[in-house]
């Protein structure tokens, strides 16, 4: 069963555009919601993160928005720059974010110039 | 930020033969480490957590005789792939916690491309 699924798996955004990405997730349990970034052969980095408490949370031109009753959050990003082109990971985990992180599929992003 | 560093970023082995990845946390002591699979344009795969000093747990399907795993330091594991076949190929992610400060993030090592021939 997945635990955490992600959509849409692949997104083509022009520059300067939104990109949005979306996940959703079954366990109430879970209590951190990370986002990563990943470019091709390297690791993934650690985009910004929520907990449930807060609705909402902003880094730059990166926005969490989080919504607890439908268990779902999604990931904007705000004047899309071809240098954001990468796989883009959700992920969740629970005791207060030192549970084993459980990834989403990934989404494959293109923001074309 | 903190920075993990894996090493090498790729190897080629002959089938048959062992292949050891290193994970070294370098400003911080890592109380755990994570190691990860990830096939071409897949996600993430959990193979096995690491604590240091003991026993390295591993997720369900992982074969622990072939995939060795030692947390010797709290800077250190290393991922050893014994008798690596050509299915054995893929990209491997070491990943760490700095827990000791109640950190919830986790660093990643830029990745080991393993290949076997």
């Known amino acids: 069963q997945q635990q955490v699924k992600q959509s849409p798996q692949s997104l083509i955004v022009q520059k300067g555009g939104i990109s949005i990405i979306n996940c959703a997730y079954e366990?109430?349990?879970?209590?951190?919601f990370p986002w990563y970034q990943q470019f091709p052969g390297k690791g993934p980095a650690l985009l910004i993160a929520?907990?449930?408490?807060?609705s909402e949370k902003k880094e730059g031109r990166f926005t969490i928005s989080f919504n607890k009753s439908a268990k779902q959050f999604s990931l904007h990003i705000m004047d899309s720059q071809p240098g954001d082109s990468a796989t883009y990971f959700c992920?969740?985990?629970?005791?207060?974010?030192?549970?084993?992180?459980?990834f989403g599929k990934g989404t494959k992003l293109s923001v074309k110039p | 930020g903190a920075v993990v560093s894996q090493h090498p970023s790729r190897v080629i082995c002959k089938s048959g033969t062992s292949v050891k990845i290193e994970c070294r946390s370098l400003?911080?002591?890592?109380?755990?480490m994570f190691w990860y699979r990830q096939f071409p344009k897949k996600s993430l795969m959990l193979m096995a957590t690491?604590?240091?000093?003991?026993?390295?747990?591993?997720e369900q399907g992982v074969e622990k005789d072939k995939f060795l795993i030692n947390h010797a330091s709290l800077t250190l594991s290393t991922l050893t792939v014994t008798s690596a076949h050509p299915e054995d190929s893929s990209f491997y992610i070491c990943?760490?916690?700095?827990?000791?400060?109640?950190?919830?993030?986790?660093?990643f090592g830029q990745g080991t491309r393993l290949t076997v021939v």
């Open positions: 990943s760490a916690r700095d827990r000791g400060r109640g950190r919830t993030e986790a660093f």
């Open positions: 366990n109430t349990a879970f209590d951190y």
């Open positions: 929520i907990r449930p408490d807060v």
């Open positions: 992920a969740v985990s629970d005791l207060g974010g030192q549970g084993n992180l459980i």
């Open positions: 400003d911080f002591q890592a109380t755990t």
């Open positions: 690491s604590n240091e000093g003991s026993k390295a747990t591993y």
